[in-house]
């Protein structure tokens, strides 16, 4: 089945360390995403990326970092520098032709925990 | 400025009732797209519907129907008939370009049997 897979779906982290989460997708879609959802709230852009070894800040870049450097692999690191990294974190993909303006598809999600 | 305001936040429903979630955007490209997305209890968020600037019919699907108005600049989104299942987190988007979609804060949307 063609799907977008994040890991873990439960991840703890100690202040002060960093924290890799991944996200994987099979629909060779160009475009992938990262977004934070916090409480009563809506998703907000942090990284995202059209093409391979290319990626751009969103919204709230600040203390994540990316790479991407498979087609199919755009994971997102939360740093120490990131002050409060407790949220759900959102993957997503789209077909990205120009001016298409398609819509994304969306992975479970990671639940990011700090203790 | 770009920005989606879904003012309901919570909204409870008895079984069988119809249900309207209100969406405002603001915009001043005259080039967008719309979008809902459904998030059940499991986290992910599920693709609904895509709807363009130029193209302002209403569109049916089953029980779900959407009512885009450019002159209020809202796209409502409206459950007839509601069931236990439809309830989640409803949330609009908006895309003015093809990498940037701002979302709303989301509608939770609680249908009682």
């Known amino acids: 089945d063609g799907g977008i897979t994040q890991s873990p779906k439960y991840l703890f982290r100690k202040e002060g360390q960093n924290v890799t989460l991944s996200c994987e997708q099979n629909?060779?879609?160009?475009?992938m995403y990262w977004y934070r959802q916090d409480p009563g709230q809506g998703l907000r852009l942090i990284y995202y990326?059209?093409?391979?070894?290319?990626?751009q800040k969103g919204d709230i870049a600040e203390g994540y970092s990316v790479s991407r450097e498979k087609k199919e692999s755009f994971p997102l690191t939360v740093t120490s520098a990131q002050k409060n990294p407790t949220a759900f974190y959102l993957c997503?993909?789209?077909?990205?032709?120009?001016?298409?303006?398609?819509?994304?598809?969306f992975g479970p999600g990671t639940r990011l925990t700090v203790l | 400025a770009q920005k989606v305001t879904q003012a309901q936040t919570e909204i409870s429903v008895v079984e069988k009732e119809d249900v309207t979630l209100d969406c405002v955007y603001e915009?001043?490209?005259?080039?967008?797209?719309l979008f809902w997305y459904k998030q059940p209890p499991s986290g992910e968020l599920v693709f609904l519907i895509r709807?363009?600037?130029?193209?302002?019919q209403n569109e049916i699907s089953g029980r779900y129907s959407w009512n885009f108005q450019k002159s209020t600049s809202s796209f409502n989104f409206t459950i007839t008939a509601s069931q236990v299942v439809d309830s989640a987190v409803y949330f609009c988007?908006?895309?003015?370009?093809?990498?940037?979609?701002?979302f709303g804060a989301g509608t939770r949307l609680t249908v009682k049997p």
């Open positions: 997503a993909s789209s077909i990205d032709v120009g001016g298409s303006y398609n819509e994304q598809f």
């Open positions: 629909l060779n879609h160009d475009a």
């Open positions: 990326s059209q093409i391979v070894n290319d990626f």
């Open positions: 915009t001043r490209d005259t080039t967008y797209y």
């Open positions: 709807r363009n600037s130029f193209d302002e």
């Open positions: 988007a908006l895309s003015y370009n093809n990498n940037d979609m701002r």
